[in-house]
């Protein structure tokens, strides 16, 4: 098998910052990061180098993997024909993980963009009303005693009061994260913060700020010790935090930098006017897709992605749910094929190179529900269309919470209680309106859900896919 090595091509002694990203996680490394470097090969966008920073306790020990390594992160692009290696560039420096310091260089003018990675979870959506929860016990703490913030949202808060102060313009703020409209998400969030504590500061937020929205695109999964061995076997170098992904990358972002940005349309980032259609096409078929298999899978005791892909009951009931309730619902997009999109998805969950695991792709699903598969359920009650593959998919991962005994959900106590007691009441899940909001009290909707949950529980999963498959009704 081929595999080649790629370093940069410029002299980092030459970059200067330009932007700070808060959540140094793979998938940023894996793309943002990447993007920047390809531009800097370029001889382009010097003075756009990342700062990074975290606020998590985990990002202390991925500081200081990447100060060991001078900030240099092996990206490794996997498929069956070739392993390649892109050894980048573009991060600079990572600030300490405090927050004083973050609020610092936040209020830096050579910031002139801060993007964020923090994860579908992190924007403090209360899913009952679809907007910001000022309740949240770390937004109220952040509210009652600014100076000290513990959140994303108090830190950039913070650091965006200071930069006013000092004189200096405020950056454009760009969330990088799988949620839909995420720049008018992460406004609402920094907003709604602002309000409670001077609404003279929620209306400089909400009219000076700039907040463009973004797709983002790209399977990243978690780095084994094995993948660290493999970097280190395959390709000599010695990289405490490499990061392995597919080599299909997209991005695709509304232009509204008012400090500027760097020229990324040279490395192939789609600037458009109106992201909303590209981000739902995203969202409601290739990351509900992960979800419809994930479910499922991990019922039938697959690992990994490409597994469970390879088995056709799975990938059959999945392309059937898309074309039949998914893709009906979706507003067309003028040279997108809807169908050949989500081809080029399964064609990429398939690759086994990547070695995805089943385990990723079912965490954090009372964060994922709401934005993956809940929108289309709503759509298709407007619309009168079919929802029962839907109904099907929420029950899979009803009887997923109930049996799961390592349940990765920052609400897995109340998700596992009101799963069990979903097997005898269906509608004990369906009341969780931190997840359903109003969606569950739908007559439709939880009627359907009941009967997907009795088949679920009655059968064998494999009987359930094969009588979906087959068009039985339940």
Not at 134 to 144: S, T, Y
Not at 184 to 203: F, K, M, N, S, Y
Not at 306 to 319: L, N, P, S, Y
Not at 345 to 370: K, M, W, Y
Request: aromatic share 8%.
């Amino acid at each position: 098998m081929p595999e080649r090595v790629s370093v940069p091509s410029y002299a980092r002694a030459d970059l200067t910052p330009g932007i700070l990203h808060i959540g140094m996680g793979n998938f940023h490394r894996a793309h943002q990061a990447v993007y920047l470097d390809r531009l800097f090969d370029l001889g382009e966008g010097h003075d756009w180098a990342i700062v990074g920073a975290g606020v998590m306790p985990f990002d202390a020990e991925r500081r200081a993997a990447l100060e060991a390594q001078d900030w240099l992160t092996t990206v490794v692009e996997l498929s069956p024909e070739t392993y390649d290696a892109r050894v980048t560039g573009a991060m600079i420096d990572f600030c300490p993980i405090d927050a004083q310091a973050i609020i610092q260089r936040i209020a830096a003018p050579d910031i002139r963009i801060v993007s964020l990675t923090i994860t579908e979870g992190g924007y403090f959506i209360d899913a009952a009303t679809g907007h910001f929860d000022a309740a949240h016990p770390d937004i109220r703490h952040d509210a009652e005693t600014p100076e000290s913030p513990v959140t994303v949202f108090g830190i950039l808060l913070a650091g965006l009061r200071l930069r006013r102060e000092r004189g200096h313009p405020p950056p454009a703020i760009l969330s990088c994260d799988n949620i839909p409209e995420n720049g008018d998400v992460t406004r609402q969030a920094l907003a709604g913060l602002a309000g409670l504590i001077a609404p003279e500061l929620q209306d400089w937020i909400t009219t000076d700020l700039a907040f463009p929205n973004s797709m983002v695109d790209r399977i990243t999964p978690a780095t084994s010790p094995a993948k660290r061995a493999m970097v280190a076997d395959t390709f000599g170098i010695n990289d405490a935090a490499p990061v392995v992904c597919e080599p299909f990358s997209q991005w695709v972002m509304e232009d509204h930098f008012p400090l500027g940005r760097p020229a990324l349309e040279k490395v192939g980032v789609q600037f458009v006017d109106d992201i909303s259609a590209y981000e739902t096409m995203k969202l409601r078929i290739l990351n509900a897709s992960h979800a419809a298999l994930s479910y499922p899978a991990a019922l039938l005791g697959y690992d990994c992605v490409h597994e469970a892909v390879a088995d056709e009951q799975i990938t059959g009931w999945v392309r059937k749910l898309m074309h039949e309730e998914v893709i009906p619902v979706l507003a067309p997009i003028p040279g997108v094929d809807y169908a050949r999109y989500l081809a080029t998805c399964l064609d990429r969950f398939a690759n086994p190179e990547v070695r995805d695991t089943i385990a990723r792709l079912c965490q954090d699903g009372s964060n994922r529900q709401p934005k993956f598969i809940l929108p289309t359920i709503a759509d298709a009650l407007k619309t009168g269309g079919p929802l029962d593959g839907l109904a099907l998919e929420v029950a899979l991962w009803c009887r997923y919470c109930a049996e799961s005994e390592a349940l990765d959900d920052p609400r897995a106590e109340a998700l596992r209680d009101a799963a069990r007691r979903a097997r005898q009441t269906p509608a004990a899940f369906l009341a969780l309106t931190e997840v359903f909001g109003t969606l569950g009290q739908n007559e439709r909707f939880a009627h359907a859900f009941a009967r997907q949950v009795e088949a679920v529980w009655a059968c064998e999963v494999r009987s359930v896919l094969r009588r979906a498959l087959d068009g039985d009704a339940v």
